[in-house]
């Protein structure tokens, strides 16, 4: 294990807290109680912020920067579980399980900041209100929702559709319908194959077909799709 990472006490806003799911529900007093118990943490490109079967006393948000949730297979290679970016979080749900301990490892991809929540803290929130449970326990299943839908996206559909379905999710915010936009990969591309379960080699073929397609551009680490409807149909025959 690295050099453990760096952490202070956090001068977090409750506004900040507040854009989180998890804590969105809880009150004042709740809040300011998750926030007492809370850590910053400052890591560097490739530092780990827990390893696979250490014990699980903390979950995480992602403030700046990206973790990368991994497992290695029996054979020895890496699997890449999750790329977590900014204002999302993790490690969440192993406070709820009977043996809490992290069943992956989660590693700094870039210089990474983030706040760190106490499990017991907001467990003992949990058990003293039953509104809140439930609140809570609701926002949680929404998410768990998302997961089983990208659980089908990896498992169900072949590797185009996989790609071409990233693409489209990764839309701009600000994005206006049927207009061009750009994707940055904030990741190299072999971790983004990892994640979308696709061998690298795989990912610039389909990357190369979508280019003859004159569907998108690729410039560096920086996709730019001309064609976002018909992108959405090109990935519909792949389906």
Known sequence: ????PTTNPTPTSEQELRQFYLLASLNDAQLALMKQHSRRIQLKDGEFLFEQSQPAERFFVVVKG?????????DGNEKVIEIVPPHQTFAEAIMFMPKQIYPV??????ATELISF???VFLGILEQSFETCKRVMSDMSMRLHQWVNEIDHLTLQNATYRLVNYLLYETPKN???GQPYEVHFEVPKHLIAS???IKPETLSRILHQLIEEKLITVTGRTIQVHHPEKLRRYGQIWG
């Open 195 to 197: 994640r979308l379960s």
């Open 175 to 177: 994005h206006q319908p």
């Open 105 to 110: 490892n989660a590693q700094a991809v870039g």
């Open 66 to 74: 990206r973790i990368k949730l991994t497992r290695f297979s029996m």
């Open 1 to 4: 294990m690295n050099t453990p």
């Open 118 to 120: 106490d499990n017991k």
